[in-house]
Nanobody
Framework: QLQASGGGLVQAGSSLRLPCAAS????????WGWFRQVPGKEREFIAA??????????YYTPSVQGRFTMSRDNARNTVYLQMNSLKPEDTGVYYC????????????????WGQGTQVTVSS
C-alpha cells in the first residue's frame, strides 16, 4: 500500500515536498513513479526512479526538469518529490506508484498506486 501526502495550495514560485510511504511490503528493487492528473485528462508522467543492474536512474518529463527532484529512502520505504519554482500548470492530483515494468513513463507500467494528493498552484 502506498500513501502520498504533502499536497496543498501554494503560490507560484513556492516549493512543496511530496512523500510517498509504502507499507505492507518493501519496494527496494522496484521502479517508483510520480504522475499528475487534471480533470478530463489521463495521468501524466512526471518522474521515475528506475532500478537498473547495480544502481538506479531518475527520469523527468521535460516540463519539470530542473525544478523537480525525485529521491528515495529505502530504509524508510519512502520516495519523495521535491517541487521547486512551482507554476500554475503544475496544478493537479499527484499520484505515486511502484512497479517493475519497462514502461516506467506510462501508467500501465505500475501495479501499485497511492491515493493521490492535490497540489494547487495559484498565480
Amino acid at each position: 500500500q502506498l500513501q502520498a501526502s504533502g499536497g496543498g495550495l501554494v503560490q507560484a514560485g513556492s516549493s512543496l515536498r511530496l512523500p510517498c510511504a509504502a507499507s505492507g511490503r518493501t519496494f527496494s528493487n522496484s521502479n517508483w513513479g510520480w504522475f499528475r492528473q487534471v480533470p478530463g485528462k489521463e495521468r501524466e508522467f512526471i518522474a521515475a526512479i528506475v532500478w537498473g543492474w547495480s544502481s538506479s536512474t531518475t527520469y523527468y518529463t521535460p516540463s519539470v526538469q530542473g525544478r523537480f527532484t525525485m529521491s528515495r529512502d529505502n530504509a524508510r520505504n519512502t520516495v519523495y518529490l521535491q517541487m521547486n519554482s512551482l507554476k500554475p500548470e503544475d496544478t493537479g492530483v499527484y499520484y505515486c506508484a511502484a512497479g517493475n515494468s519497462v514502461y516506467y513513463t506510462e501508467a500501465r507500467g505500475y501495479k501499485y498506486w497511492g491515493q493521490g494528493t492535490q497540489v494547487t498552484v495559484s498565480s
